[in-house]
Protein backbone atom coordinates (compact mmCIF):
# COMPACT_ATOMS: atom_id res chain seq x y z
CA UNK A 1 0.00 0.00 0.00
CA UNK A 2 1.20 3.55 -1.06
CA UNK A 3 1.81 6.25 1.41
CA UNK A 4 -1.08 8.62 1.30
CA UNK A 5 1.11 11.99 1.81
CA UNK A 6 2.26 11.42 -1.70
CA UNK A 7 -0.42 12.89 -2.74
CA UNK A 8 0.16 16.16 -1.45
CA UNK A 9 0.39 19.32 -2.69
CA UNK A 10 4.36 20.10 -2.03
CA UNK A 11 5.08 16.35 -3.26
CA UNK A 12 3.67 17.86 -6.98
CA UNK A 13 6.14 18.14 -9.94
CA UNK A 14 5.86 21.78 -11.00
CA UNK A 15 6.00 22.10 -14.76
CA UNK A 16 8.52 24.51 -16.03
CA UNK A 17 7.86 27.27 -18.59
CA UNK A 18 9.56 26.63 -21.60
CA UNK A 19 11.50 29.12 -24.23
CA UNK A 20 10.42 28.52 -28.06
CA UNK A 21 11.27 30.57 -31.47
CA UNK A 22 7.76 31.04 -32.34
CA UNK A 23 8.96 32.97 -35.83
CA UNK A 24 12.20 33.92 -37.70
CA UNK A 25 10.59 37.39 -38.12
CA UNK A 26 11.67 38.73 -35.03
CA UNK A 27 15.37 38.45 -34.08
CA UNK A 28 18.00 39.57 -32.15
CA UNK A 29 20.99 41.60 -32.61
CA UNK A 30 22.78 38.53 -33.58
CA UNK A 31 20.39 37.66 -36.27
CA UNK A 32 18.95 34.82 -33.57
CA UNK A 33 14.96 34.32 -33.22
CA UNK A 34 13.76 35.59 -30.30
CA UNK A 35 12.34 33.18 -28.30
CA UNK A 36 8.96 33.07 -26.68
CA UNK A 37 8.16 32.05 -22.83
CA UNK A 38 5.38 29.74 -23.13
CA UNK A 39 4.06 27.82 -19.68
CA UNK A 40 2.05 24.55 -19.93
CA UNK A 41 -2.17 25.38 -19.49
CA UNK A 42 -3.67 24.03 -16.41
CA UNK A 43 -7.03 21.83 -16.41
CA UNK A 44 -8.81 24.36 -15.40
CA UNK A 45 -7.37 27.20 -17.81
CA UNK A 46 -8.32 24.33 -20.60
CA UNK A 47 -12.05 23.49 -19.50
CA UNK A 48 -12.61 26.95 -19.30
CA UNK A 49 -11.25 27.84 -23.15
CA UNK A 50 -13.10 24.73 -24.18
CA UNK A 51 -16.51 26.50 -22.73
CA UNK A 52 -15.80 29.72 -24.48
CA UNK A 53 -15.21 28.03 -27.94
CA UNK A 54 -18.61 25.88 -27.69
CA UNK A 55 -21.71 27.13 -28.69
CA UNK A 56 -25.29 25.95 -29.67
CA UNK A 57 -25.86 25.14 -32.72
CA UNK A 58 -29.75 24.24 -33.93
CA UNK A 59 -30.23 20.88 -35.00
CA UNK A 60 -31.68 20.97 -38.95
CA UNK A 61 -35.43 19.86 -39.16
CA UNK A 62 -35.67 19.69 -35.13
CA UNK A 63 -37.24 22.72 -33.64
CA UNK A 64 -35.98 23.97 -30.42
CA UNK A 65 -33.08 21.47 -30.15
CA UNK A 66 -29.50 21.92 -30.07
CA UNK A 67 -26.06 20.49 -30.38
CA UNK A 68 -22.90 21.86 -29.08
CA UNK A 69 -20.10 22.28 -31.19
CA UNK A 70 -16.71 23.29 -30.39
CA UNK A 71 -15.23 25.93 -32.77
CA UNK A 72 -11.94 23.65 -33.17
CA UNK A 73 -9.40 26.82 -34.43
CA UNK A 74 -10.43 29.24 -31.70
CA UNK A 75 -9.89 26.86 -29.52
CA UNK A 76 -6.45 26.01 -30.73
CA UNK A 77 -5.89 30.15 -30.77
CA UNK A 78 -7.29 30.48 -27.29
CA UNK A 79 -4.82 27.57 -26.18
CA UNK A 80 -2.01 29.52 -27.27
CA UNK A 81 -3.13 33.04 -25.91
CA UNK A 82 -3.10 31.37 -22.49
CA UNK A 83 0.28 29.79 -22.86
CA UNK A 84 2.27 32.46 -23.96
CA UNK A 85 4.12 34.22 -21.17
CA UNK A 86 6.21 36.62 -23.11
CA UNK A 87 5.42 38.57 -25.22
CA UNK A 88 2.62 40.23 -23.35
CA UNK A 89 -0.56 39.65 -25.78
CA UNK A 90 -2.47 41.65 -23.89
CA UNK A 91 -0.26 44.92 -23.96
CA UNK A 92 -2.50 47.42 -25.32
CA UNK A 93 0.69 49.31 -26.92
CA UNK A 94 1.65 46.05 -29.04
CA UNK A 95 -2.14 45.10 -30.15
CA UNK A 96 -2.13 48.76 -31.14
CA UNK A 97 1.02 48.91 -33.11
CA UNK A 98 -0.72 45.79 -35.09
CA UNK A 99 -3.91 47.82 -35.23
CA UNK A 100 -5.69 45.15 -33.63
CA UNK A 101 -7.80 44.94 -30.06
CA UNK A 102 -7.64 41.07 -29.10
CA UNK A 103 -4.96 38.90 -27.74
CA UNK A 104 -6.08 36.36 -30.64
CA UNK A 105 -5.87 38.86 -33.39
CA UNK A 106 -2.39 39.95 -32.37
CA UNK A 107 -0.88 36.37 -32.29
CA UNK A 108 -2.50 35.77 -36.07
CA UNK A 109 -0.82 39.00 -37.14
CA UNK A 110 2.61 38.82 -35.40
CA UNK A 111 2.77 35.30 -36.72
CA UNK A 112 1.10 35.40 -40.31
CA UNK A 113 3.48 32.41 -41.62
CA UNK A 114 0.88 29.71 -41.44
CA UNK A 115 3.42 27.40 -41.09
CA UNK A 116 5.31 28.77 -38.11
CA UNK A 117 1.83 29.44 -36.40
CA UNK A 118 0.96 25.99 -36.68
CA UNK A 119 4.04 24.67 -35.40
CA UNK A 120 3.76 26.96 -32.45
CA UNK A 121 0.44 25.35 -31.78
CA UNK A 122 1.65 22.12 -31.97
CA UNK A 123 4.69 23.08 -29.48
CA UNK A 124 2.29 24.73 -26.86
CA UNK A 125 -0.23 21.58 -26.79
CA UNK A 126 2.69 19.16 -26.46
CA UNK A 127 4.06 21.60 -23.26
CA UNK A 128 0.58 21.40 -22.48
CA UNK A 129 0.27 17.28 -21.99
CA UNK A 130 -1.31 17.26 -25.27
CA UNK A 131 0.92 14.51 -26.97
CA UNK A 132 -0.80 12.62 -30.02
CA UNK A 133 -2.76 14.33 -32.48
CA UNK A 134 -6.53 12.76 -32.93
CA UNK A 135 -5.68 12.06 -36.31
CA UNK A 136 -2.76 10.18 -35.38
CA UNK A 137 -4.58 8.16 -32.82
CA UNK A 138 -7.22 7.28 -35.49
CA UNK A 139 -4.71 6.09 -37.65
CA UNK A 140 -3.16 3.56 -34.57
CA UNK A 141 -6.67 2.85 -34.15
CA UNK A 142 -7.02 1.54 -37.81
CA UNK A 143 -3.68 -0.64 -37.67
Request: some cysteine; glycine content about 2%.
Amino acid sequence: MSDFSMFMKKNKKVRENSFYPATKNFVDEAGEPLLWEIKPITTEEDQRIQMECTKDVPIPGKRNQFRQKLDANLYLVKQAVTAIVYPNLNDAALQDSYGVKSPEDLLKAMIDNPSEFSDLLSYIREQSGFEAEISDEVEEAKN
